[in-house]
């Protein structure tokens, strides 16, 4: 068998195996339920609030996942030392990154199909006891599976972050406050960089603005993976845009991957 | 011996504990209970964009959360405190800056502000002007800030261009550009109600709408007239007449218009200004 679907595989099992998952599972799920309690306190365009809630409930399972699941079962390895009994076999330490890559991103596939249809049955209920509520404008499946695939693939972007966190620094800590820290910035950063162009609360040199463009370039700009006001609105999805993020998104996760791959060839694991 | 000393003193500080924390925990409860929810209302005092920065791919349901803070506060009262009116014009500013498209924090804001009048009026549009340019399949908030303008601001004039607007650009609405037109008149701009209603008739597909807008431009074209009419008075006396009939006394015009608009087929006048 292919060594890298071999770990991918072992990978996997183990997140399933994993108590943190049920932990997760369980907050997801009571988030879904508050679904049903809190668009009772909307009366209009409830559809909306059930998809913000239904989308926090993935975004916090999906970071919940790489944070204590990938971030911690990688470092495990390398920090314990059992990273040897796999690479000391014929297996090399790239399909051992590609491994362990493979089965989060299996992991994580899994849990968002298994939560968006927890989501929509949530969808459903909330619809049913609450008279009058509608599903959202324009609302559609390939619509819904669009928005949750930009989400995924948001998510993995994280994920290729933090393999590369992981992989650079010693302490499983450090990797998740870095890997935090990518997400935070990669939310918020093209605000910041519009607030500065627009310059109404504060005025900067351009030489900062340009700074900041320049900080653009180099952490993933995840708020553009976000199209929940799409879905919720009956907003149209522009093809173009949806190709040109998802390659956008692809090409990131192929660097942060590659360079993870070298910085872990070079690593002394001793 | 000193086994017992540790156990008794662990005792004691436990039933002091134990025993200061319940009756803090009454205390606390009973204070708590004396503070309605709905009796107070707080925002933090920072713009919307910081919120959006802090908020991440939250910003959307943060914009609920400060939704309902506001609505919980507001319930069904009609008066509160200068102070918390301002608390409650930030937070519906930042909830419809962290989400644009929300329609009920624009019911909302419609509801409230703009009612409260003085700088709220304006405070209003200002926010409904974020749903107007978001919500582009929606004529509800352009009608808001159009209502808005005639209603509390007395300005007939921009209230027109709003409603001629919504008109233009949804079907739902087409009905509203016929008050639009209404208000531009009254904003001594008939020219531009002529000129709007004929683009309209062209657009209109719907006979009965069609008999309807054609009928105003026929009104729009007599008020036209009029107005005309009594600009050459005006230049010729030095005032306006004090009736209609007086530019037909004069001959300055042959006949007066008829307005299909009204029964008796004639225009209203007061104060200089023509109605239909």
Redesign the interface.
Known sequence: MNPIWLITKITFKEGIRNRILFGITLLALLLFASNVVLTN?????VG??MV??GF?AL?LAGLSIIFFLGIGMLSQDIHNKTVYMIVGRPVTRAQYVMGKFGGMTLLLFVVMLILGFLAMVSFGIGSALRPGATMP?NFSWVSLLTTIGFHFLSLLIVLSVSFFFTVISSSIYLAMLFTFCI??IG??LE??VK?LIKGE?MEVSPWYVGLMKGMSWLFPN??AF?L??NL????PYDGAYLIWTGLYGCAYIVIMFLLTLVIFKQKDLC | MLKNKSTIIFFVLFIIGISSYMASAVKVQALRDRLDPTQIVSALNVSPEVLKIASGEFASLLADYLLLKASVYLGGRDEMPEANQKTVSTLFSQSANLDPYFFQTCYFVQGYLPWWKGDYVKKGIEILELFNAHRDWDWQPGFFIGFDYFYFLRDNLTASRYLMEIAKRHEAAKSLGLLGARLAQRGGETITSIAFLKTMYERTENEAQKEEIARRIEALNGVLILEKGIEQYVWSFGHPPETLEQLTATGILKTLPKNPTRPNEAYLYKNGKIEF
Do not use: C, M, N
């Open positions: 306190l909307f009366s209009l365009e909306k609030v913000d809630l926090a975004s404008r997400y935070f939310h918020s605000t910041i607030v609360f995840l708020s976000d929940k006001a919720a609105y009956g907003l």
